[in-house]
């Protein structure tokens, strides 16, 4: 059988199956997935390990023989084959077929191979014989369309209920890079506890170790300090801050701004006196930019996102530069 990382954990409740190939270029569901397997395997009392590390000079007949031998120190093993090549080879994967097939008592066979496999690999006899007789876990990137949701979902293992606001957030921070979430949200977890979060509050902690204030950036361009913004979005990108999250805030200005000018009173809502001071520069900008004004602020975060992901011609600091004085209200002289 084949299935996915996330869907792991429905496999793993009953029996064990005797042959697992965990293949995929996603380190952190990668990882995970072996760990689970492995103490799925010692719940069920395979207390001995035999690990091969399997690189182009590696003996086969390594394997053969600890496939026919009885572990000495335990009733139950696992045998772990941790691949640096793409796969096999002929004599590697009649070895691998021949013990999928039968597997020995007792053991479980792991096959780790990290890596995004060739069709060669899903055609192979070896690999059939692991969906016919196992299972082969898939551990791939998480698209980043969906990466909200998996942010989510993760945080709820962690007693975290992030909304929808605060999981995309996360995701800009994160551009992709499932470990930096999965470590924002420990993080999160350990300093907020079990509970719902907002995306003010996972702003507070994302930002937290910034000299430059990023969400004071959005307050100063909304309320039309063209110097102060610019002065921060120098010191922001001094300190090494992502332009993902920088352009993520100003667009979440931006929205702010456009539901103010259709619903007045409805562009922030929030409690304390930084969300006073927030919403009352909402209001202004909101008084203050126009709907052609507002049109040309969505250009200008395009161009910044485009260059940003490398689509672009422009340089993305620069683009964000342009952004920000123009929602403060300057427009700043372009090359070209």
Same mark, same amino acid.
């Given at each position: $059988? ?14 064990? *199956? ?28 395979? *207390? ?5 590390? @399997?690189?182009?000079?590696? /003996? ?22 941790? $691949? ?16 999928? =097939? ?5 053991? @479980?066979?792991? $096959? ?24 082969? @876990? ?15 979902? %993760?945080? %709820?293992?962690?007693?975290?209920? &992030? ?49 430059? /204030? ?14 102060? =913004? &610019? ?5 922001? %990108? ?20 456009? =539901? ?33 004004? &507002? ?9 910044? /996102? ?19 004085? =123009? &929602?403060?209200? @300057? ?6």
């Amino acid at each position: $059988m084949r299935t996915y990382a996330d869907q792991l954990d429905r496999l793993l409740e009953g029996a064990l *199956a005797p042959a697992w190939l965990v293949v995929g270029d996603e380190p952190l569901l990668f990882n995970e997935a072996a760990d689970r397997i492995r103490a799925k395997a010692r719940e069920q009392g395979h *207390a001995d390990r035999e690990v091969f590390d @399997v690189d182009r000079r590696f /003996d086969w007949n390594e394997l053969a023989a600890a496939g026919r031998s009885l572990s000495l120190f335990a009733s139950r093993r696992i045998l772990e084959l941790r $691949m640096a090549t793409s796969g096999p080879g002929a004599e590697g994967g009649t070895l691998l077929k021949e013990l999928v =097939s039968d597997p020995p008592p007792d053991t @479980v066979l792991l $096959m780790l191979l990290p890596q995004r496999p060739d069709g060669a690999l899903w055609s192979s006899a070896w690999a059939g014989a692991f969906e016919k007789h196992g299972h082969v @876990v898939q551990a791939w990137p998480v698209e980043i369309d969906r990466l909200p949701q998996w942010i989510a979902a %993760r945080a %709820r293992r962690h007693g975290l209920e &992030l909304d929808r606001d605060a999981a995309t957030l996360l995701a800009a921070r994160v551009e992709g890079n499932l470990l930096a979430a999965h470590q924002e949200i420990e993080k999160l977890a350990l300093t907020h506890g079990a509970g719902k979060l907002d995306e003010d509050a996972v702003a507070e902690a994302v930002a937290d170790s910034a000299r430059f /204030d990023i969400f004071k950036l959005g307050e100063a361009a909304l309320a039309g300090d063209a110097a102060r =913004s &610019l002065r921060i979005l120098d010191g922001l %990108r001094a300190e090494g801050t992502e332009p993902t999250l920088v352009l993520w805030v100003l667009c979440r200005e931006l929205r702010a701004v456009v =539901s103010e000018r259709r619903s007045p009173g409805g562009g922030y809502q929030g409690r304390g006196q930084q969300a006073q001071r927030r919403a009352a520069a909402v209001s202004s900008a909101a008084r203050r930019l126009g709907g052609p004004k &507002l049109r040309g602020l969505a250009h200008l975060a395009a161009r910044a /996102d485009r260059a940003i992901k490398g689509r672009g011609e422009g340089r993305p600091w620069e683009e964000l530069e342009a952004l920000v004085a =123009s &929602l403060a209200g @300057v427009e700043l002289a372009r090359a070209g």
